[in-house]
């Protein structure tokens, strides 16, 4: 079996959305969004797949970036989006479904920006 190559595009906030009709026109299904702090900035990937074909889209933006919605094309979407909001602060707009912040209800506002270990657990160093 070969091993295809699984290529990851940046692009700018600017062009999401139309990148991302492109692979809905093309059918290809959302495989999954994820967010990650990097310095001062922060990285979300978008997955698609067809025909066991996977492409990445890359945002890098500021923290204080609004990101347009992709859930009125990718309905289930709006999980991820949520989830983005609501542990790292990012701004989605045009969510099919927000739940303003209460999606995922944490001790501490967005925990993974800027993330501390605070407390006691069984991995925490000795």
Not at 9 to 27: P, S, Y
């Amino acid at each position: 079996m070969k091993i295809e190559e699984q290529p990851t595009t940046v692009i700018a906030v600017a062009h999401l959305i139309g990148r991302v009709e492109q692979f809905r026109k093309g059918g290809f299904r959302l495989v999954q969004m994820n967010a990650t702090q990097v310095g001062d900035e922060f990285e979300i990937n978008y997955s698609f797949e067809k025909d066991y074909r996977f492409e990445n889209l890359r945002l890098i933006i500021p923290a204080e970036t609004e990101v347009p919605s992709i859930s009125g094309m990718y309905w289930g979407a709006f999980v991820y989006e949520n989830e983005m909001h609501d542990l790292f602060g990012i701004a989605v707009k045009g969510m099919n479904i927000d739940f303003n912040g209460n999606f995922i209800r944490t001790k501490v506002r967005y925990p993974f920006r800027n993330p501390t270990f605070q407390g006691e657990g069984p991995c925490q160093r000795k």
